[in-house]
């Protein structure tokens, strides 16, 4: 059930915090729950409600990030006034960033709005990009396109909007390349495309000029952060948790269960790319990357005050990999965000990384048939030859 907050709450919270006191402030006092609704900011007289999409948790820093996606789309503008253009070097970017930024919010807000470092899809390639303002990526709706249909603001309506059955189209950040009948030609041609949520909650084509579409809505996404006492009451499946480092990135994992206090976690992002092994290993846990795991990986990662926190699994070692049950109920509870490539720090280091769609899991023997098996977005579990590298996303289970 949604609730809406109102800006008098925030206000509250913003000036505890401004003042350094933290003192029996807690996440149950704003109890801020996916789904809910807060004000803050204003947008041409009209107060800015935003959705909870998304809540991290800070485990070492005692934080809480909660990304907000604006309710209804505030204006309609251009993809990129120019024509053609990457998310990276559009227009729409640069006036989230400048001018809505500037108008939205007084200073009191924006030193509660942090610079968020989010997973960008384009045709060509993937990247991480950083921003105070930035918009929402196409799979976000795509297992649930009800949850995608939103309205205008009346000011959104005054500017020329597209509305239809009392629903707007908005932009994502993402590109789309798409396949169509060339005229007159009968032969398939490419087009490269912002990918763009209907009225429907599907995805929309726009017709000529999909990058000048003056009619598309504008539904911003910002991140604010605040100081908090971490209640294992409070983080629920689906949540996201920050702890540990690797390649001197910060490791975020997606809550796929919690038992009694207990939180089974797996990696948002792919860590790493590794074979499963080279030698004839029967079962997992003789593997050279279960090895690896609780060796090199779980002490590069993991200071002391982490490692304490962090349960043994049931084949006595601190991390292993998914299995079928935990990535069909990822898919469940996380839905399409599960699917986010790899991590900032390994695409970093490696340039011709492809999105991610394959990764190992702790499958062996799978129906008596001898062998290895990795998560296929497509094909779900397949076999694969353990000497082949396929990207790694760990799973520890922790103790708050």
Not at 276 to 288: I, L, Q, R, V
């Amino acid at each position: 059930m949604k609730r809406t907050f109102s800006i008098m709450i925030i206000v509250v919270m913003i000036l505890g915090i401004l003042a350094g006191c933290n003192d029996g402030f807690t996440l149950k006092d704003f109890d801020l729950d996916i789904g809910d609704e807060v004000i803050l900011g204003n947008y041409h007289d009209e107060d800015i409600e935003w959705e909870v999409i998304s809540r991290n948790f800070l485990i070492n820093e005692g934080k809480v990030r909660v990304e907000l996606m604006s309710k209804y789309a505030l204006d309609c503008k251009p993809f990129n006034e120019d024509g053609e253009s990457t998310w990276e070097e559009c227009s729409l970017r640069e006036w989230l960033n400048t001018d809505f930024y500037e108008e939205a919010f007084s200073k009191t807000e924006k030193k509660h709005i942090v610079d968020s470092s989010y997973y960008c899809y384009t045709a060509e390639e993937d990247r991480f990009l950083t921003d105070k303002v930035y918009l929402i990526g196409m799979l976000k709706y795509r297992m649930h396109p009800e949850d995608a249909l939103c309205k205008p603001t009346k000011y959104a309506k005054k500017q020329g909007i597209f509305v239809e059955d009392k629903y707007c189209r908005y932009w994502t950040r993402d590109i789309m390349v798409s396949v169509y009948a060339g005229t007159g030609t009968g032969k398939g041609e490419t087009r490269s495309s912002p990918a763009v949520y209907s009225n429907t909650g599907s995805f929309a084509a726009i017709p000529d000029d999909p990058y000048k579409a003056e009619d598309v809505g504008v539904r911003p996404v910002i991140c604010v952060e605040y100081k908090i006492k971490i209640d294992k009451k409070c983080i629920e499946d689906g949540d996201t948790i920050t702890m540990g480092t690797y390649d001197e990135e910060p490791i975020e994992w997606f809550v796929i269960d919690n038992h009694k206090g207990e939180f089974t976690l797996f990696s948002k992002y792919g860590l790493d790319d590794r074979r499963m092994d080279k030698k004839e290993a029967d079962s997992f846990e003789e593997t050279e990357l279960y090895e690896w795991l609780n060796d090199d990986f779980y002490n590069e990662v993991f200071d002391k005050k982490e490692k304490k926190k962090i349960v043994k699994n049931d084949l006595d070692g601190f991390v292993t990999l998914a299995d079928i049950d935990q990535m069909k109920y990822a898919m469940h509870c996380i839905g399409n965000d599960f699917l986010t490539g790899y991590s900032k720090a390994c695409y970093e280091r490696d340039d011709d990384l492809k999105e991610i769609d394959t990764w190992w899991t702790c499958e062996d023997n799978y129906k008596d048939d001898k062998g290895f098996y990795v998560f296929n977005v497509s094909r779900m579990m397949m076999k694969t030859d353990p000497d082949q590298k396929c990207s790694i996303r760990p799973v520890i289970t922790i103790k708050i």
